[in-house]
């Protein structure tokens, strides 16, 4: 990765990070719990969610994370039911800012207002750029992996029904998840097909506001 395309990622990994986490906390809020809120995570402010290591590896590396959002189960009113949707939101997230990405870049297009320049085009992919790098935190997050969001969706009931599966699980999850991306990135083996997602719900959505036919 050069140097140009670190710059452009930055802006794009701040905000995406930024909204997604704070889409968990403000959705544990909302649900009953106010841990998240208490520690200061219910905010806009890249500082207190932004995990600097975590950083930078998705600079560097694509991936990474940021930190993580804190709440009490005990706290929610449909437990399993709730922390489903506060998995899910960061996510969802991202994928509303993707949407508002390529919304205000078909939206410069459609106005004309960039088009006469060189610089003006540049912007124009440089914001549905920062639109399909929030589709890859969407869909990577739904990788039903721990720690990964997807995988709150049954581990949430593992939690009562099985407890050691779910310690064991979230033991070696990231081992394998950290392993099956080396190993991709190393190997040339293509075992999650993320880019083959991001890249149809990226078209799909583009297509979607004519970007291109």
Known sequence: MNLTQTLEII???VIGLTVHEFSHA???????DSTAKDLGRVTLNPLKHIDWMGFF??????????KPVTFNPDNLKE???????ISIAGPLSNLVLALLFFVIARGLLVADFFNNS?????????????????????IFNLIPLPPLDGSHV???FLKDNNPNLMMNLYKYGTVVLLAII????????NILHISEMINAV???FLKLLMFHS
């Open 11 to 13: 802006p794009a990994a």
């Open 26 to 32: 403000y959705a544990a809020y909302l649900l009953g």
């Open 57 to 66: 590896l998705i600079v560097i590396a694509g991936f990474g994370w940021a």
């Open 79 to 85: 437990k399993h039911r709730d922390e489903i949707l």
């Open 118 to 138: 060189a610089m003006g085009l540049w912007i124009i992919n440089l914001i549905v750029y920062w639109g399909i790098i929030n589709i890859a935190l969407f």
């Open 154 to 156: 049954y581990l949430t």
């Open 182 to 189: 080396i190993g991709e990135s190393w190997l040339h083996v």
């Open 202 to 204: 990226s078209s799909f």
